[in-house]
């Protein structure tokens, strides 16, 4: 079957045993796509499975690749195959409608219903639509009440007008006190700035301004005025880039793990006409590409864009005679595509927040897996301990191992190691030190290991680690990484090379929270026994002082000055004459060792 399929665009179905279709797909050469899935080896097991159960091959002819597309995008609406992406939006979004009546109404809806009315949108945000809907009162005054105004009706003075006449809201058309031309002016004024050509409303208005003018009617010309600034304000805020850069559509893909959020904004003149983003889970290995290109296809359907240039991220391997792809990389093209990428990784962080408020499983499952990627690991890193030590100057030396359990800090677990074996100031050794004692304790206590240790440094601490696990047996066993801190290199054993993440990936946040969280509990230990050792170390000198006496003259002295300048008296008060003798009489000779002068 596959032997005989042309070598042109076109649209490939794929069926099962009994006749259920399982994929649709599009293909620049139908023969050389479709041969592909049977002479290929897949790493996915989704693809695998799926060409064994394929027992059937359709296919359609078309001219081009974007007729292929357009076609595959229908096909898969019709039939939702099982191995296609869907774009399941079960949102109902809002649109704007002008009713199809004598004297249009303007409003906002959920329903569509084909009646002749028009409608745009629909709108991504509510906020925008009430933005329009306001600016198009302001500028002209549609009615807002539901009577049939014909001319029979009018004419007899059916209606009176309602307090929104009273108020300047409406113009009076259900008592004659406007035209039925004038009012349709102004509809179709209204139709062209939700189009997004705001440029040719702005001449029409000048345009009646200056009529205003010529006549004297210099009132009028003041509130044409008004509604010019009204526009060009709106203008002010819609516009993000040159209005000189037309009607283009912009849409980027961001990834994260099996999803791909893709977002679509309609740019007219300048502005920011619609932006909507959406979430689209992978089935297969389906490339950020191949969804960008089927989600633009059904967004723009959905938009009823008109669109003849479209910005994207990346070359699409798709030719069109109605489209033409453009890839900007300066200039105000440039900077909407920015914008659109900014927009679907605004949406992927609320997306990851609201997971992991009321998902908090999966949310730990997805950060996990995405670390295990990106680290080279084994196994997901549920169970993460971190080294670093603390001297200054070789003085006071500790350690502390800080450990985090499925990716939050254990602080029961967490545990401080005072240097025992080395002699000066030797991170290096001091490394091994403590990386020795706290596995070879786990190991006799039969604790379980970590799926991963993070080591704060560089190549040689690293070393100095992996020196401790391979007595202990548990190189290769255990994974093992060093962070240095200039530039976030994460170094591997055996490897001279660093591994560099994303500045913005979730598995480089967390192990730099792990490692500034082992500064911290480190440096805290250390200042304490730096400080304990400052103000003890000279009373511990004077013998026949024990630690309940060192409380006491503490306690009341406060300070280690005061107990040496303290009169005998006010000792004896403290800890009694003889031991008041013996503070009194160490102190008295330190001092005069140094040439101070003796009580």
Same mark, same amino acid.
């Given at each position: 079957m596959?032997?005989v399929l042309?070598q042109?665009p076109?649209?490939?179905? #794929?069926y099962?045993?009994e006749?259920a279709?399982l #994929?649709i797909? @599009?293909a620049k050469?139908? @023969?050389k796509?479709?041969? %592909? #899935? ?9 693809l695998?499975?799926?060409?064994? $159960? ?5 296919y359609?002819?078309? @001219?081009?690749e974007y007729?292929?597309?357009l076609l ?10 099982? #191995?296609?992406?869907?774009l399941?939006?079960d949102?109902?979004y ?12 303007? !409003?906002s809806?959920r329903?569509v219903i084909?009646?002749g009315?028009l ?5 991504? %945000?509510g906020?925008?639509i009430?933005?329009?809907l306001?600016?198009g009162k302001?500028?002209?005054?549609p $009615? ?7 001319d029979e009706n009018?004419?007899?003075g059916? !209606?009176?007008?309602?307090l929104?006449?009273?108020?300047g ?5 259900c008592?004659?006190?406007?035209s ?6 102004? /509809?179709?004024r209204?139709?062209e700035?939700l189009?997004?050509e705001?440029?040719s ?5 000048k345009?009646?301004?200056?009529d ?11 509130e044409?005025k008004?509604?010019l ?6 203008q ?5 880039v040159?209005?000189?850069?037309g ?6 893909a ?10 679509f904004m309609?740019?007219?003149?300048g502005?920011?006409?619609?932006s ?5 889970k992978?089935?297969m290995d389906?490339?950020?590409a ?9 967004l ?5 864009s008109?669109?003849?240039?479209v910005?994207v ?15 900007p990389v300066r200039?105000?093209?440039?900077q ?10 605004? !949406? ?6 609201h997971q992991?408020?009321?998902d ?5 499952k997805?950060?996990?897996e995405?670390?295990?990627?990106d680290?080279r690991?084994t196994?997901?890193p ?14 006071h030396p500790?350690?502390a191992?800080?450990?985090?359990k499925n990716?939050k800090?254990s602080?029961k +677990?967490y545990?401080?190691f005072?240097? @025992? ?5 030797? +991170?290096?050794a ?6 020795y004692?706290r ?10 290991l970590?799926?991963l240790i993070?080591?704060d ?5 690293l070393?100095?680690?992996?020196k401790s ?6 190189r ?5 990484i060093? /962070?240095a801190?200039?530039l976030?290199?994460?170094?591997y054993?055996?490897?001279?090379l660093?591994?560099?993440l994303d ?7 967390i192990?730099?929270?792990?490692r500034?969280?082992a ?9 304490q026994?730096r400080?304990k050792?400052?103000?003890s170390?000279?009373?511990d000198?004077?013998k026949?002082?024990?630690?309940q006496t ?8 406060k ?8 009169p005998?008296a ?7 004459n003889s031991k008041?003798q013996?503070? $009194?009489?160490h ?9 101070d002068?003796?009580e």
């Amino acid at each position: 079957m596959v032997s005989v399929l042309p070598q042109e665009p076109g649209v490939y179905q #794929y069926y099962d045993s009994e006749g259920a279709i399982l #994929y649709i797909g @599009k293909a620049k050469n139908l @023969k050389k796509r479709v041969s %592909s #899935y049977f002479t290929k080896t897949h790493d996915s097991a989704r693809l695998n499975l799926l060409v064994r $159960r394929i027992a059937d091959i359709k296919y359609i002819v078309v @001219k081009t690749e974007y007729e292929a597309l357009l076609l595959e995008n229908s096909l898969i609406k019709e039939h939702q195959p099982r #191995y296609n992406i869907n774009l399941k939006d079960d949102k109902t979004y809002p649109w704007i409608c002008i009713k199809n009546e004598r004297f249009p109404r303007i !409003f906002s809806t959920r329903r569509v219903i084909k009646d002749g009315s028009l409608y745009f949108g629909p709108y991504a %945000s509510g906020k925008t639509i009430a933005t329009l809907l306001e600016l198009g009162k302001r500028l002209f005054k549609p $009615r807002t009440c539901n009577y049939v105004l014909s001319d029979e009706n009018i004419s007899k003075g059916k !209606f009176r007008v309602c307090l929104e006449y009273h108020i300047g809201n409406c113009l009076g058309a259900c008592e004659g006190k406007q035209s039925d031309r004038e009012y349709r002016e102004n /509809i179709q004024r209204f139709k062209e700035i939700l189009k997004g050509e705001i440029s040719s409303v702005k001449k029409l208005l000048k345009a009646d301004m200056q009529d205003c003018v010529d006549r004297l009617d210099f009132e009028g010309a003041h509130e044409v005025k008004e509604k010019l600034m009204a526009l060009e304000n709106y203008q002010a805020k819609s516009t993000v880039v040159n209005p000189l850069v037309g009607k283009v559509d912009v849409c980027t893909a961001v990834e994260e793990g099996d999803s791909v959020y893709v977002n679509f904004m309609r740019v007219s003149s300048g502005c920011v006409v619609q932006s909507h983003t959406v979430e689209v889970k992978r089935k297969m290995d389906e490339s950020a590409a191949d969804v960008l290109l089927s989600v633009l296809v059904e967004l723009r359907q959905r938009f009823e864009s008109d669109a003849q240039e479209v910005l994207v991220p990346f070359d699409l391997d798709v030719s069109s005679d109605e489209l033409r792809w453009s890839v900007p990389v300066r200039g105000d093209k440039k900077q909407l595509l920015s914008l659109s990428q900014q927009n679907a990784r605004a !949406f992927l962080i609320d997306q990851l927040k609201h997971q992991k408020i009321v998902d908090p499983d999966r949310h730990l499952k997805r950060i996990s897996e995405q670390m295990q990627r990106d680290l080279r690991l084994t196994e997901p890193p549920l169970h993460i301990e971190c080294f670093d030590n603390s001297n200054i100057q070789g003085t006071h030396p500790v350690s502390a191992c800080v450990v985090f359990k499925n990716l939050k800090p254990s602080k029961k +677990d967490y545990r401080h190691f005072n240097i @025992k074996t080395v002699e000066g100031p030797n +991170d290096f050794a001091s490394m091994e030190e403590v990386v020795y004692r706290r596995y070879s304790r786990m190991i006799a206590e039969n604790e379980p290991l970590p799926n991963l240790i993070v080591i704060d440094g560089g190549k040689g601490q690293l070393s100095s680690a992996l020196k401790s696990l391979t007595r202990l047996g548990l190189r290769g066993k255990v994974a093992i990484i060093g /962070i240095a801190k200039r530039l976030e290199e994460l170094y591997y054993p055996g490897d001279p090379l660093p591994l560099y993440l994303d500045k913005k990936s979730e598995s480089l946040k967390i192990i730099q929270q792990l490692r500034d969280e082992a500064h911290r509990f480190g440096l805290t230990h250390h200042r304490q026994k730096r400080s304990k050792g400052a103000l003890s170390s000279a009373i511990d000198e004077v013998k026949g002082i024990g630690e309940q006496t060192k409380k006491q003259l503490f306690a009341h002295f406060k300070t280690l000055s005061a107990i040496k300048t303290a009169p005998l008296a006010d000792l004896a008060a403290v800890v009694g004459n003889s031991k008041a003798q013996l503070i $009194r009489t160490h102190f008295g000779e330190k001092t005069a060792e140094s040439g101070d002068a003796v009580e």
